[in-house]
């Protein structure tokens, strides 16, 4: 963790006795209440805090974006070096954003504009507050791609955004918000979706430049491994009350609030459990020889044909009552080995066994019989929810397309509702009036609603809160148990691959190049890039106290 020691004793940001109303209807009177808080120059704060919390609003304050009138500053101030940022008009908050205040958003791709070049993007920042030529605003461009490390600045100028990857997206963000040297830096989740070795890369950066530009940066996380790693200062928001304040060494070390000792206890170390791995047999979801090459033309452009071979030559196995874990980065093959399985994609070669028979090879009338004993769970499950259906139909739809009768398909539904802690009455509720823990649990009752042999989960905690990842981690292997399943859980979090997982593949450009108990990968590894990844983890060295 930071010890960073910050000259200036007069704070960039001080929040004062600040109180946010929200509607009446809501489930509370105030989205933040009775909130003081300062970050010096040169200073990490880390607010965190679960969904809910009052973290966004806070920032959504501060930058004068609250949706007034529904939701407004009741009482209290807000002072940026002095400037209270209350009383600012509109055209006077219009030149502090960007100019004195730089935010980073949580997903990138679609804070920006897809229809105009990087370069663009950023140089519109630099036409809106300074007096600079084209030539002179490009010339700073290219140069903050730089300072950011991004490799061939002048090439990603003229890049669009779908063109990078997403940590190249994340430090584009970085440049735009930092172009103008702001006084405080917002960082509203910037690594929550990235890899850990992006994710290391991101930290590291934005802690070497608020050293070298004095900047404050407010960080806003759920992830107490990224607060080990850079915070001075942490406060902790829940139900819009800070519930406790330190330095990180105090937070983290000695937590006074129930609160914060509850979130602090929900998070997965590096810590694996000791469970006897069975033996291979017929009765599990065999992978053999399976190998994906994709081949893109150059199309009208002339450009050249590029060939990626995305999953080669895969040889696992996982058996009912196991969960194997597939771990990598972004671009490591690991979504598509999930395609392949699932056969959303065929492959090239190979086979892909249940319980001995090759679901790959069989003709469409089998394979429509046979589908259902692989489901999925998806990563995000808004997205997957039918929000004109209630969540009793979206369940049930399942069941009735295999046979069932329709009074089967409710009883079956409302006993899967209360398995997975939802009560029945969640049946008669549309997806959006849950939250997204609870709508994870919706997306596991729906995937064992037509009783599957074989559970893939795809990133299913990622997105979650620590208290409601630890909650869907322990019904996942409650279910595991209860009924016999056989499950994939593809993840890029190694400590929730240390605490739910019997098997450990780690994936690297296709191949599998590790794989055992996870005890011995997480805790030994053996390949360079399992070592690599362990060794970007953010605050590993207090999750392994852990």
């Known amino acids: 963790m930071s010890?960073?020691?910050?000259?200036?004793?007069?704070?960039?940001?001080?929040?004062?006795?600040?109180?946010?109303?929200l509607p009446q209807g809501a489930d509370r009177p105030y989205a933040a209440?009775?909130?003081?808080?300062?970050?010096l120059p040169g200073e990490i704060l880390c607010v965190v805090g679960e969904s809910g919390s009052g973290k966004s609003m806070l920032t959504r304050a501060i930058?004068?974006?609250?949706?007034?009138?529904?939701?407004?500053?009741?009482?209290?101030?807000?002072?940026?070096?002095?400037?209270?940022?209350?009383?600012?008009?509109?055209?006077?908050?219009?030149?502090?954003?960007g100019d004195r205040i730089g935010m980073i958003f949580q997903e990138p791709m679609t804070a920006l504009n897809p229809l105009l070049t990087v370069g663009r993007q950023i140089d519109e920042v630099l036409e809106n507050h300074r007096n600079m030529?084209?030539?002179e605003r490009r010339e700073k461009v290219v140069e903050a791609l730089d300072e950011v490390q991004m490799p061939h600045p002048s090439d990603v100028y003229d890049a669009y955004p779908h063109q990078l990857s997403g940590g190249q997206r994340q430090r584009a963000m970085i440049a735009m918000a930092l172009i103008l040297s702001p006084g405080l830096l917002i960082a509203d989740e910037p690594t929550t979706a990235l890899d850990v070795t992006t994710q290391a890369q991101i930290l590291s950066l934005i802690n070497t430049l608020r050293k070298d530009h004095g900047t404050a940066v407010m960080f806003i996380t759920h992830d107490f491994g990224v607060v080990a790693e850079i915070a001075d200062h942490v406060v902790v928001m829940e139900k819009g009350l800070v519930v406790e304040t330190g330095t990180a060494k105090e937070v983290l070390e000695s937590p006074k609030h129930s609160y914060t000792q509850a979130l602090i206890?929900?998070?997965?170390?590096?810590?694996?459990?000791?469970?006897?791995?069975?033996?291979?047999?017929?009765?599990?979801?065999?992978?053999?020889?399976?190998?994906?090459?994709?081949?893109?033309?150059?199309?009208?452009?002339?450009?050249?044909?590029?060939?990626?071979?995305?999953?080669?030559?895969i040889d696992l196995n996982v058996q009912r009552g196991e969960i194997l874990g597939i771990v990598g980065e972004s671009g490591s093959g690991k979504s598509t080995l999930a395609r392949l399985i699932?056969?959303?994609?065929?492959?090239?070669?190979?086979?892909?066994?249940?319980?001995?028979?090759?679901?790959?090879?069989?003709?469409?009338?089998?394979?429509?019989?046979?589908?259902?004993?692989?489901?999925?769970?998806?990563?995000?499950?808004y997205s997957t929810l039918n929000p004109r259906h209630k969540v009793g139909r979206i369940i049930a739809e399942g069941p009735k397309l295999r046979g069932c009768s329709s009074t089967e398909a409710?009883?079956?539904?409302?006993?899967?509702l209360s398995l997975v802690g939802l009560g029945k009455e969640a049946a008669n509720r549309f997806p959006h009036e849950f939250s997204g823990g609870q709508r994870q649990r919706i997306g596991i009752a729906r995937a064992l609603a037509i009783e599957p042999d074989f559970l893939l989960a795809d990133e299913p905690v990622s997105a979650l809160d620590v208290s409601v990842q630890k909650q869907v981690l322990e019904l996942l292997l409650d279910i595991r148990d209860k009924f016999n399943l056989a499950v994939v859980f593809i993840t890029h979090d190694l400590c929730v691959a240390a605490?739910?997982?019997?098997?450990?593949?780690?994936?690297?450009?296709?191949?599998?190049?590790?794989h055992g108990a996870a005890s011995d990968v997480l805790n030994t590894p053996q390949h360079p890039y399992t070592k690599t990844l362990l060794s970007s983890l953010p605050g590993q060295e207090w999750l392994k106290s852990r």
Do not use: W
């Open 33 to 39: 209440q009775n909130i003081d808080m300062q970050i």
């Open 499 to 514: 605490q739910i997982c019997d098997r450990v593949a780690v994936m690297k450009s296709g191949e599998i190049v590790e």
């Open 342 to 381: 699932i056969r959303l994609i065929e492959p090239d070669s190979g086979e892909v066994l249940l319980e001995g028979e090759n679901f790959l090879k069989m003709n469409p009338i089998r394979l429509r019989n046979e589908r259902h004993r692989i489901q999925m769970i998806f990563q995000d499950p």
């Open 133 to 135: 030529n084209a030539r």
């Open 265 to 313: 206890a929900a998070v997965p170390g590096l810590k694996t459990h000791t469970r006897p791995l069975k033996k291979s047999t017929n009765d599990g979801l065999a992978i053999q020889g399976l190998n994906k090459t994709f081949v893109s033309s150059g199309g009208l452009l002339g450009k050249p044909t590029r060939t990626v071979e995305a999953v080669k030559n």
């Open 410 to 416: 409710t009883e079956r539904t409302n006993r899967l």
């Open 63 to 97: 930058l004068g974006l609250l949706p007034v009138p529904r939701v407004q500053v009741q009482s209290g101030k807000i002072e940026l070096d002095g400037t209270d940022l209350l009383s600012c008009t509109p055209a006077e908050m219009r030149e502090i954003r």
């Open 3 to 21: 010890t960073e020691n910050t000259q200036s004793t007069h704070p960039v940001l001080q929040i004062s006795n600040l109180s946010i109303s």
